[in-house]
């Protein structure tokens, strides 16, 4: 156990804890049966963007296993798919084992360097939520440790009440232990991916929309240029696509997968390189690079899913203000409240080096599970920004009053408030995370900032 000093992703709001790294069952009952008054937190590779796995002047169990895909805690049927994996475990190293076996992770986020536990707590969405929804719908069941030190086995069928409210939980009911996945079926380590630039706003939204043939294709995202003004307001770059076939691609290397790291962000990087005006010159290659007529070609696993893993510790380039990531969501007939959440970034010339739309799907059974049936909008923006709060501020209210919400996993500036407002079946969840936390353990920065655990317990 050593004090260390915490940030999330976007390396704002740093805290002092307790940090334990083990993956050790009994280490783990331990670290939480005689943890003190603060409580005690779980946490993965650290790739929320807030402080969903810190906590101020308690523990945090850091939970993560060697990233060798011939060492890992696993227990792989290449002939079904169904994969038992130690929490601990990134899925990376699940892609490193599986992709040469013509399998691949069900959903992924942005990044690889994400364990299965953070996966499951944060209810994890990619590109195919239209299509395969979010994480928890391919996790066919989880171990799960209480605050009692009980060790209990959860799925849809087997309790439940307590699997879904430990998906999408944000780690509040227990640590997640080990999980069993079933994974997705492929026959080459390439994706088909079908590239087009728009010109707009209305034609980012008739080619995505779901009356139209976004529909046929498993992955669907499109970058905004949330600079654009005037009738380039909402323009935008999708790209879409499925794994490829076998017949597109040559034998003799169709399952080859060999990711790498490329470059390194520098330590230290003065605040302001990522400005209005740097990313207004990159918006603007980045959509002329893009073609103007539909074109397919292939691209690797890596660099359609994951291009920002290429380089390391890519989270440096805002300088020592960090940044904030914002995702909300909105209903699919709620475009002009999307429309006006657009038009009020590019007013105000607010620079968002990575803005990305998602059209979602249908939402699970998890009450605390994000994605809902609707768009959703991801934004990154330099912490240091003048007005940057008062202006997020505003948006909340657009995005809650259209009905909408916001992503916790990214969350490091809304409100109690509006959590509850946002999310209609927190008192449910709340009710669900008291049976499971009867000693009153699990804690993080992120629950004390939005009250997702009983005041009467928090301190």
Same mark, same amino acid.
């Given at each position: 156990? *050593? ?38 937190? /779980? ?12 906590? !101020? ?35 990376? !190293? ?10 691949? =992770? ?14 499951? &707590?944060?209810?994890?969405?990619? @590109? ?14 989880? *171990? ?31 640590? =997640?232990?080990?999980?069993? =996945?079933?994974?997705? @079926? ?19 939204? /008739? ?16 970058? =905004? ?13 999708? *790209? ?9 691609? &040559? ?33 603007? &290659? ?95 923006? !330099? ?25 916790? !996993? ?48 928090? @301190?």
């Amino acid at each position: 156990m *050593t004090m260390q000093r915490l940030s999330g992703w976007g390396r704002t709001a740093w805290t002092v804890a307790d940090l334990i790294h083990t993956t050790d069952v009994d280490e783990i009952r331990s670290a939480v049966t005689q943890s003190n008054e603060r409580g005690v937190i /779980a946490r993965g590779l650290g790739r929320s963007y807030g402080a969903a796995s810190q906590n !101020a002047g308690g523990a945090v169990l850091e939970l993560t296993a060697e990233n060798d895909p011939m060492g890992i805690d696993a227990d792989f049927d290449p002939l079904t798919g169904v994969l038992t994996v130690a929490s601990s475990v990134s899925i990376d !190293a699940i892609l490193r084992m599986c992709v040469p076996q013509g399998w691949f =992770i069900p959903v992924t986020p942005g990044t690889r360097f994400v364990t299965v536990g953070g996966a499951i &707590a944060s209810d994890i969405h990619g @590109k195919n939520h239209h299509f395969d929804g979010s994480f928890g719908q391919h996790v066919l069941s989880i *171990t799960v440790m209480l605050s009692s030190g009980e060790v209990v086995d959860l799925s849809p069928q087997q309790n439940p009440a307590w699997f879904w409210a430990t998906v999408g939980g944000m780690g509040l009911t227990g640590v =997640i232990l080990s999980a069993t =996945i079933s994974m997705l @079926k492929i026959e080459t380590s390439r994706v088909q991916v079908e590239t087009v630039r728009l010109e707009n706003f209305d034609a980012v939204c /008739a080619a995505m929309g779901s009356d139209g043939v976004d529909d046929d294709f498993r992955y669907s995202v499109c970058w =905004i240029d949330l600079l654009a003004t005037g009738s380039a307001m909402g323009r935008g770059v999708l *790209t879409r696509g499925d794994h490829a076939p076998a017949s597109a691609v &040559a034998k003799e290397d169709s399952l080859a997968y060999d990711p790498r790291l490329s470059v390194s962000a520098p330590s230290w990087v003065p605040n302001g390189l990522l400005n209005k005006w740097s990313i207004k010159a990159f918006n603007e &290659a980045w959509y002329r690079k893009a073609p103007s007529k539909n074109h397919v070609g292939l691209e690797s696993i890596p660099a359609f899913f994951h291009p920002l893993d290429g380089v390391n510790r890519w989270n440096r380039l805002y300088g020592k203000q960090g940044f904030i990531q914002y995702q909300f969501i909105v209903p699919l007939d709620r475009t002009d409240v999307l429309r006006k959440v657009i038009e009020k970034f590019s007013a105000a010339g607010v620079a968002s080096f990575l803005a990305v739309l998602k059209r979602m799907g249908v939402q699970n059974d998890a009450p605390m599970s994000f994605p809902t049936e609707g768009w959703t909008l991801t934004l990154d923006m !330099a912490a240091g920004i003048t007005g940057l709060a008062e202006l997020l501020a505003d948006v909340d209210e657009m995005v809650l009053d259209a009905g909408g919400r916001h992503y916790l !996993a990214k969350d490091s500036h809304v409100s109690a408030n509006a959590v509850r407002r946002g999310y209609p079946r927190l008192d449910e969840w709340m009710g669900i995370q008291e049976q499971m936390d009867t000693q009153g353990v699990w804690r993080s920065d992120l629950s004390r900032r939005l009250g997702l655990v009983d005041h009467r317990r928090s @301190k």
